[in-house]
Nanobody, 124 residues
Framework: QVQLVESGGGSAQAGGSLRLSCAVSGRTWTTYYMGWFRQAPGTEREFVAAFAWTGPTTYYSDAVKGRFFITRDNDKNTVYLQMNSLTPQDTAVYYC?????????????????WGQGTQVTVSS
């Protein structure tokens, strides 16, 4: 399996931007999907973005499509989430996650490895 460490969270004003990083270590070649999820207080963890290592396709939730972008740096074994045009509704703890098989990419229960999470707070 892999280990995941997120960084880059913090505070931003509405309309601003933040970039989250997820350092991936360990048996990186065993992962199939890498995803970002978020969880606000009192809500369930929800899908934000994902990609499969096998191809260039990226996937986004409707809530973030066109504003957030998931990218990768294979040399650095790092996954990024660029978040633009932030709104207070984006406030949550953001988690990086790894899934080891193909299939549904937007279901938190199908991801086996999670980072510790990083807080993102957007003020109006």
């Amino acid at each position: 399996q892999v280990q995941l460490v997120e960084s880059g969270g913090g505070s931003a004003q509405a309309g601003g931007s933040l970039r989250l990083s997820c350092a991936v270590s360990g048996r990186t070649w065993t992962t199939y999907y890498m995803g970002w999820f978020r969880q606000a207080p009192g809500t369930e963890r929800e899908f934000v973005a994902a990609f499969a290592w096998t191809g260039p396709t990226t996937y986004y939730s409707d809530a973030v499509k066109g504003r957030f972008f998931i990218t990768r740096d294979n040399d650095k074994n790092t996954v990024y989430l660029q978040m633009n045009s932030l709104t207070p509704q984006d406030t949550a703890v953001y988690y990086c996650a790894a899934r080891y098989s193909a299939g549904l990419y937007d279901r938190p229960g199908t991801y086996s490895t999670w980072g510790q999470g990083t807080q993102v707070t957007v003020s109006s």
